[in-house]
Structures are given as C-alpha cells and as structure tokens.
C-alpha cells in the first residue's frame, strides 16, 4: 500500500475519498448552516461572502448543501452495495459452486437481465415501494447485485475445480463450509475491489435518481437534486451547475482509482515474486558462470566447437557462409525502478546454408528471447544490450526499425508454437497468405496472389489447397494449422526459418510429418534453420548441430553427435541423462522410444 | 448464417417471456393496492373496490396474464391509469425520441471509441496514450446528465448555436432534427464511447502481442496493414461481444439525459408514471425497452457471426 501511495492517481483516490468520508461524518460541524435554514431575504443570491456558492430559490445555502450531500451520497452508496453484495455474492456462489441446472438456469437468468438497462430496475423499484431511503437504496443495490453475482460466479467456477476444493470435498467438509471457508477467501480480494469501484458507480446512480426527482425529498440535500434545481436557471445562474458536478464527478472517480490502487496493492505479491525471481536470474547467472570457467573455456574465447570451427565469420567454402551469425548477444528487461534483469548473456551462434542448428534449453533459459532479438520482435521493455547479430553479412543490430521490416519476410520467417495462434482466428487463410503475398509484391493481381498462396499451400502438404484457401483457422487441425504457419513464413523465400517450439504442442505421429516437412523443404530450398527446442529427441531427429543454452547463457554448442554423445558441459550431460533414449548411440532413434517412456 | 439468425430468434422468444412474466407480475409487489395508491387520501374502501374491477384487479391472476399477452401481441397495452389515454399510443409518441438520441449516441460512441482504442491500443505507455486513457476514466466518472446540462448552458443557452428546446421530429425537418439531437447524442457518446475505447484499446494491444501478429511481422507485412487489417478486426470481436450491454446503458442513461434536453422520450413518461405509479405505462416502456434491446442484441450477434467465424453454428 505505501509503494501504491507513490502513484499520484493512487494518493488522489486516497486523499479524496478520505475528504469525502471526513466531511460526511461532520457536516453538522463544517456546513455553516443547517440544511434547511433558510435565509429569506437573500434568495438565489449568486456567490457572495454569507454564501460562497449562493443561495437557492428560498435563500437556502448551497455550500451547506453540498456538504450535507456528501452524507446522503455515501450513506446511500455504502448501503447499496452492502444490499447489492448481500444478494449478488450468495447468488453467485450458488451458481458457481452447484453448476449443472442451476448454472444453466441463473446464468440464463443474468443473461436476460441484460436486456434492460439497470437503472430501469430502479425504476420500477421506486414504481412499486414509493419513495424514501430505505426504497432508494434497495433500488440501486439491485441495480448492482446482477454484477457481484456474475463475478462471483466466474470466480467459484475456477477456484471450485482447483486442488484444495476438491480435495476439501473429499475429506468430507460440506458445501456451505467449503463455500465459506475455502472459497470465499479467495473471493475477498477481487470483491474488494469491485465494491470500491460500485460506491462511486452507486454515487452516480443516486444522483441520477436524485436528478430526476426519484431520490430523497426536497429537505434531504443531494448532489443530484441540486443539479436538478441548477437546470432552471442555465440563463441566469450557470454556475450553480459547477460546484455538485464537480463533487459527483470527483468522488466517483476517486472510488473507481480507489478500486485499481487496491487491485494494484492485491496484486502487488504477484509482482515482488516476479522480481525476486529476477534476482534469482541474475545471481544464478554469477553463480554459474564461476563454475562454467572451471568446466568450459570462457564463452567469449569461442564456444563454437562445431564442425567448421568457431565462429569467427572466416569463409571456408561459400556453402558454408553462415547465413545467420550472433555474436556476443546480451538481451535485458529493463524493470520498473530502473534497474535491469539480463535475460542472455554473451550468446553467441552461427547457421550455414542448408543447415539445422538446435536451440536447445529448459523454459526461461532464454532461447525464445534470442529467436525474437534475431526477429527484432523484442516485447516492449525488453531490448538487445550488447552484440552482433548479421543476417547474410548484413548487420541487423543498426537498421531502422523500416529497414528492418524490409528485411523480414525476404531474410527471415518463423513459426511459433501454438498453431491455432499463429494464424488470425477472424481472417481465411487464404486472406492471410495473399497478405503475404502482395506485401511481397504489390504489384501482383488478385488473382495470382491467389494461385501463389495455393501453390504454397500445396508445397508444405496441405491437401485441396483451393478449399482450404476459403477456411478459417479453427477448421484445421494442430498439423495442418502449423504446415500453413510455415507456409505464411516460406512467402518470401526467406533464407533463415526459425521454428520456436513450433512442434511442441503436436502429438508424437503429427510431429514427425511436420519435422520431415521441415528437412524436405531445407532440402529443396536450402534454407538454414534454428529449431528452438527444450525436446532433445527433437533436437535429436532433426539437427545438424545444437546449441545449448541454460539460463541465458551459451553452455556448449557443437555437432549433433558429438555434444550428445561425448557433453562438455555438465549440464548438458545432466540434460542427455533426463532423457533416456537420446544418451544411446544413435541419436536418430530417439524420439519414438523416449516418447514412450513419457507417456508410460 | 441463417441458423444463426434462427437460433438467436428463437432464444429471443423464452427471453421476452421471462421479462414479461416477471413485468406483468410488478403489480402484484405493490404493498396494499394500486387502486389505493392511485386514489390517494380520498380513498374509500368502496371507491377503492370500484377502481379495481375497472382495472380487472378483482379477476385471478392467470386470466389477466393471458389477456395482458393477448393484448401485448395485439399491440393493446392497456390505457393509462392515470390519463386514460391507450399505452401504446403514448409509447408512439415517445418512441421516437428515445430511438434518436439512442442512435446518435452510440453512433458516436462507437467513433470516439473505436478511435481512441485503436490509436492508444497501438501505442500503449506513451504520453499520448495516457492522456487519451486518463480522459477516458475521466469519461466515465463523470454524470451523464451534468455533462448534457454543462453542454446545453454553453452550447445553447449562452452561446445559440442549437436550439434549448431541442426535439424537432424528423419527418418535419431533418435538419432541425439533426441539430436537436446532437447535443443529447454526444452527451450519451461520450459514457459509452469511454466504455468502448477502454474495451476496444485492452483488445489491439492484446491482438498486437498475439504470435499471429509476429507471425505476420516475421513475414514482411508491414505494421500499417497488422494493425488495419488484423488488429482492428481482432479486437472488434470483443467490442461486439459487449456492444449489447452498452446499448442498454446508454438507453437507461438517455431516461436522464432527456430532462437536461426537455425531449418528449420514454424517459419522460416513465419518469411521471413511476411517481404516479401509473403501472400500464412502467409496464410498456420496460417491454418495449426489452424488445428494442432484444432487437439490437439481434443485429450485433449477426454482425459478430460475420466477424468471428467460430460464433457461426456449424
């Protein structure tokens, strides 16, 4: 909370509603006259010095008014949502925790309830009781109890599937005291925060009302029905209008900037984990990089051991010109208070013509950082620090963001890992490709653009491209879905494919159809390829050479068989050994067999 | 896309009942008797009992229900407890107001917030961005109906430039009509605009940071076009989705906004007819409230089966 309070919306919120708050307890002893008091002899006085916002038709004070206004509003506020809460949150968790028919039913219920705007219910609600307080507050909570209902009922719905419900249900507690003991608290914070949002929405509600004469009567104040007598007199007094809107419009959004400081504050344990977990990064790295000086020659001093030797950029013969070189890449996440997180450091790699580099490494080891620096796809907040990165002796590293865009598509293509979110779920893929197409040539027709994206469609194996050409995404299978992602990458014939887990969500048979796709079109086109991959039988199958990274730093890099066969670094070796049927000889023959073990 | 739309339809119906069940039992709530609320201090327990057979209030409850549908079917309302004059004639003559204003005002919502959602969604964390997001909190903290007084006491009242008594029917004078209604209509944009650009802005950046929008990058589409063509279309999916809801604030606002405007709308006669708890008419403005609302829900879950192809039944 007091690192929240640092945040100038945060303080306002604060400040104001404890303004608001204060005022209202003591209007008796801040307003300089009782609400009713009127002073006949002064009627619709205009500013002056007895009255600082003038006087009303009968010479009641208006500043009087509006601090005594401030108690209607809160006090009107506070107990609708109270009433909103009391009916919307059992409700919700009813709903929620039963499921079946009386999901079915309420959620059907709810949705009806759409059709009509809330403050119709308050309508009617004053329609059928009359006027009053008690009246006007029921009125607005059921405005809002259809909210607290949905929302409590989303959130009963996942916390009721998760661990400890069900394994609270299994030792034998009953429904109501699941529901109030191990539900409800997780419920508190987001209620939280969605009550202090609805004060200042109920605020507004009780002002409309009050506007329109559907509130409380004349001799109780409300910013509302102070507006309402400010509408008779727009020619002769206009600012009578300023004083109770501003009042309205600050308190509702201080409530609702109330309600996001809280969300931040609840929220805040989720982002100190996050940075202790940067932390972690960062002495981890330390910490290994000492040991790694003992196992290994200094990254810097080459690790490229690979067949060719290290990557030094020298040209042997020019099939083996590396067509993609990083050198030295160091990748950070610049964090909020100014310090940094290194994500990769001092990565260095080569890729030659017709060649499969494997990128290998456990999850947050960095190896899709260094795809997406190689890409200039970076996320916001995260930037290439130090390093070379050339695509075909061209320097990447310098190029405007324009120049870069040019190069894309023409030099590099890549395939992500999920295949349903590699394609735009709202647009046909043929639409996708012929995007694809003519921004590689704006000059093509419709019709060509066409018969090119077919023609791609049928090179990477997707069967009656014509058809397929008119359907969505969803209408294509994990495989399928992935053959037309690289399909889209292959548009612009590039030269390098980087495949970023691209077959890790597919199930073993539809892997390998991919993966043989993939060394037939390097092949028949020569590309070179990074198969980014924390799968070693993957790794295995399909590369020429690997790279191993672990926690953002290049641990060992050389051929295929060697590094699996003979690891340098003990990592690797670790690695290999988590994954039986890869350390065997024939590295070829690993993933079926390994696969099996998985699933056994 | 016609199963859909038959579909849709047919939900419509059960939806429509409900609401009618649960409007035509609002008589049944009131403590005591609509008959003695409407006589008031003058009441008498025979000119009480009089008043209710008129109304039917002495008929079971079921036999008035069929003949309350029959008649809403047939366009009967009932008449006025109040006035005397038929529900549906009044409804006609307010109907149109309320459309208008409702129209105006989420046509302009939906500019100002599909505007500002795609230009901030493109450059979240910029200076631009924040003040265009920070205007939009602002948007919805603000009452709707200070907003219209402030703009009528400026636009109207000081300056001229439109007229104070607003409402010119539109068959009259389409001209006129169009002044009339710009005021109440930006009044309404403005609330419902502030919901659509914060919708719309979460869902371009969330389609801009989704690995399609790489996978286009990667393939040398250039940003102009990823954010025309994907971005905009992405997003709209969810800006649709709640479209509906929106609609329906915005009539529910539009009952307030009228009074700053003196428009002859709904919100006019709802407004003396819930003091006067004339039931008749609450009864009809809240079923014609649904059916508009149902009706527009109609058209945008087409529209949403137009844009997301997986909302179409297969």
């Known amino acids: 909370m007091r690192t929240a309070l640092r945040q100038p919306t945060a303080l306002f919120a604060v400040v104001v509603v404890t303004v608001v708050v204060v005022v209202a307890i003591a209007a008796p002893l801040i307003a300089p006259y009782a609400p009713e008091a009127k002073d006949f002899t002064a009627p619709l006085s205009g500013p002056t010095a007895a009255h600082p916002l003038g006087t009303d038709d009968l010479g009641g004070d208006l500043l009087s008014q509006l601090i005594h206004a401030a108690r209607t509003a809160l006090l009107v506020a506070v107990g609708s949502v109270v009433v909103a809460m009391l009916i919307g949150v059992p409700l919700g968790l009813v709903l929620g925790y039963r499921g079946g028919w009386y999901d079915r039913i309420g959620s059907r219920g709810l949705d009806i309830a759409d059709a009509l705007p809330g403050l119709m219910i308050g309508f009617v609600v004053i329609a059928i009781l009359g006027q009053g307080m008690a009246v006007l507050i029921l009125a607005i909570g059921l405005v809002f109890c259809m909210n607290f209902a949905r929302l409590t009922r989303a959130i009963t719905l996942t916390e009721r599937n998760k661990g ?15 529901l109030f003991s191990q539900v409800l608290p997780n419920l508190a914070g987001p209620l939280v925060v969605q009550a202090a949002v609805f004060l200042g929405s109920a605020i507004k509600v009780e002002a409309a009302l009050s506007f329109l004469g559907l509130g409380l009567g004349d001799e109780q104040p409300s910013w509302g029905g102070m507006l309402g007598f400010a509408t008779q007199h727009t020619a002769d007094h206009p600012e009578m209008a300023l004083a109770p809107g501003i009042a309205i419009c600050v308190t509702v959004l201080a409530f609702s900037l109330l309600g ?22 960062l002495d981890g790295d330390g910490a290994r990089s000492g040991s790694a000086d003992a196992a290994l020659p200094p990254a810097s001093a080459g690790t490229d051991d690979g067949p060719v030797g290290p990557d030094t950029g020298s040209v042997e013969d020019s099939a083996g010109e590396p067509v993609l070189a990083v050198r030295h890449a160091d990748i950070v996440a610049d964090r909020p208070d100014g310090g940094v997180v290194r994500l990769v450091h001092d990565a260095s790699l080569t890729v030659r013509r017709g060649e499969i580099l494997g990128l290998l490494g456990e999850s947050g080891s960095g190896k899709s950082m260094l795809a997406k620096a190689i890409l200039g796809l970076l996320p916001a907040g995260v930037r290439l620090a130090g390093g070379a990165i050339t695509l075909n002796g061209t320097e990447l590293t310098d190029r405007s963001p324009a120049q870069l865009a040019a190069l894309r598509g023409t030099g590099m293509g890549v395939v992500f890992q999920n295949p349903q979110a590699n394609l735009s779920p709202v647009h046909t893929v043929g639409r996708q490709l012929t995007d694809v197409v003519r921004a590689h040539d704006a000059t093509i027709s419709k019709e060509a653009a066409r018969s090119r994206a077919a023609d791609l469609l049928d090179l990477v194996g997707v069967d009656d491209p014509e058809r397929r050409l008119d359907q969505y995404p969803y209408q294509f299978s994990g495989g399928m879905a992935q053959r037309v992602a690289i399909a889209v990458a292959l548009v612009g014939e590039p030269d390098l494919l980087i495949l970023d887990e691209a077959t890790s969500a597919l199930d073993v048979t539809t892997q390998a159809q991919v993966l043989d796709l993939v060394l037939d079109l390097r092949d028949r086109l020569g590309m070179a390829v990074v198969n980014i991959t924390h799968d070693l039988g993957v790794a295995a199958e399909t590369c020429d050479r690997v790279t191993v990274l672990l926690r953002g730093e290049v641990v060992e890099t050389g051929d295929v068989h060697t590094v699996f066969d003979h690891p340098r670094h003990e990592y690797t070796a670790r690695l290999i050994a988590a994954h039986p049927g890869v350390d065997d000889d024939a590295p070829g023959l690993g993933t079926h067999d390994q696969r099996k073990v998985e699933h056994a | 896309m016609g199963k859909l739309i038959a579909y849709r339809l047919l939900f419509a119906v059960p939806q429509l009942l409900v609401i009618a069940v649960v409007v035509f039992s609002l008589t049944y709530l009131v403590p005591g008797s609509p008959a003695a609320a409407m006589l008031g201090a003058a009441a008498t327990p025979e000119s009480i ?22 008649g809403l079917l047939t366009g009967d309302l009932g008449t006025s407890f109040r006035s005397g004059v038929p529900v549906a004639e009044l409804l006609a003559r307010h109907v149109p107001a309320t459309l208008s204003v409702v129209a105006g005002g989420m046509l302009v919502a939906l500019v100002l917030g599909v505007g500002a959602g795609v230009w901030t969604g493109t450059r979240p964390g910029t200076p631009g961005d924040r003040v265009v997001t920070g205007g939009t909190v602002l948007g919805l903290a603000v009452p709707e109906f200070w907003l219209g007084l402030l703009l009528t006491t400026l636009f109207a009242v000081q300056l001229g430039w439109v007229p104070i008594v607003a409402w010119t029917p539109l068959t009259d004078d389409p001209l006129g009509w169009a002044r009339g209604i710009a005021l109440p209509s930006i009044t309404l944009g403005v609330t419902g605009g502030a919901m659509i650009a914060r919708q719309t802005r979460a869902a371009v950046v969330a389609s801009l940071a989704a690995p399609y929008t790489d996978t286009l990058t990667a393939a040398g589409v250039p940003r102009a076009t990823i954010v025309a063509r994907y971005g905009v279309k992405n997003a709209l999916v969810p800006v649709l989705a709640s479209a509906g809801v929106t609609l329906a604030i915005l009539i529910g606002v539009s009952f307030v906004v009228e009074k700053v405007f003196s428009l002859p709308g709904l919100g006019s006669i709802m407004l003396s007819s819930v003091i006067a708890q004339d039931f008749p008419v609450v009864q009809g403005v809240v079923m014609v409230t649904a059916v508009l609302v149902i009706a527009v829900n109609l058209v945008l879950d087409i529209c949403y089966g137009l844009i997301n192809p997986q909302a179409r039944p297969q």
């Open chain 2, 49 to 70: 009992a009089q008043v209710e057979a008129q109304m039917g209030l002495d008929r079971p409850a079921p036999e008035r229900f069929a003949e309350w549908i029959g």
């Open chain 1, 260 to 281: 996001d400081t809280i969300n931040d504050t609840l929220s805040g344990s989720r982002m100190r984990r996050t940075k202790i977990l940067g932390r972690v990064l």
């Open chain 1, 164 to 178: 400890y419900v069900e394994s609270a249900r299994v030792s034998g507690l009953n429904a109501p005291r699941i």
